[in-house]
């Protein structure tokens, strides 16, 4: 559906050497009644140069200026400070990322916490090194979300998957978590039928 006619939006962040074209084909698998899907694209297809478990600092200003992006897209979304956009509520509205994607989705997320439709982390988790503080605010309020890896993922620890999904449930979150053995860094279709049913239900919801 066009923005301005939408019931519900899908936000889909790519990951690293990826395009917006590469996430958004993953809407073919997923309900299309009602959403509109929408995907930045990353300069030279990198959001932040080096790895998400890297010290923060070392990945600015890339980093704030790709979470800076995410959130001009929820504003927009959500037709807030007087932009043009179709006025979805919150609770209307997704965040899916892979990889590179998922990290900057589930960090995003974190740092603006609220009743969402739903989020989803496709092999990745919360940005910064080990010991990083995860003092974040605010409540996500029984938002439903989906983290999905491999427990052998070359990228992605399974360990910090399972930390993100720690914190998200502290914060007040409904999570799904799903490792599976010995897959490659990809998306699959378990994964995806997931967060079918997540988008169904809430198209469904008045």
Same mark, same amino acid.
């Given at each position: ?11 889909? =962040? ?8 590469? =996430? ?23 959001? *932040? ?10 990945? #600015? ?8 992006? $995410?959130?001009? =897209? ?16 919150? #609770? ?15 960090? *995003? ?6 009743? *969402? ?9 919360? =940005? ?7 003092? *974040? ?7 439903? $979300? ?61």
């Amino acid at each position: 559906e066009p923005l301005e006619t939408a019931r519900a939006v899908m936000i889909m =962040i790519h990951g690293r050497g990826a395009s917006a074209q590469d =996430i958004l084909s993953l809407a073919q698998e997923l309900p299309r009644d009602g959403f509109c899907f929408l995907a930045p694209q990353a300069a030279n297809a990198t959001w *932040y140069p080096f790895p998400f478990m890297e010290p923060m600092e070392k990945n #600015e200003p890339w980093l704030s200026s790709a979470l800076n992006l $995410v959130d001009a =897209i929820v504003q927009r979304v959500r037709g807030a400070e007087n932009m043009r956009g179709a006025n979805i509520p919150n #609770e209307k509205i997704f965040l899916l990322g892979f990889s590179q994607g998922a990290c900057l989705a589930t960090e *995003y997320a974190a740092g603006h916490a609220q009743k *969402y439709g739903g989020i989803v982390g496709l092999s990745g988790g919360l =940005i910064g090194p080990d010991g990083t503080p995860r003092d *974040y605010q605010g409540s996500f309020d029984g938002t439903p $979300v989906f983290l999905g890896c491999s427990d052998v993922d070359f990228h992605i620890p399974k360990e910090r998957v399972m930390q993100t999904r720690d914190v998200f449930e502290r914060m007040g979150a409904e999570v799904t978590m799903r490792l599976y053995p010995n897959m490659e860094h990809t998306v699959n279709m378990d994964e995806l039928e997931f967060v079918a049913g997540m988008m169904e239900e809430v198209a469904s919801s008045k």
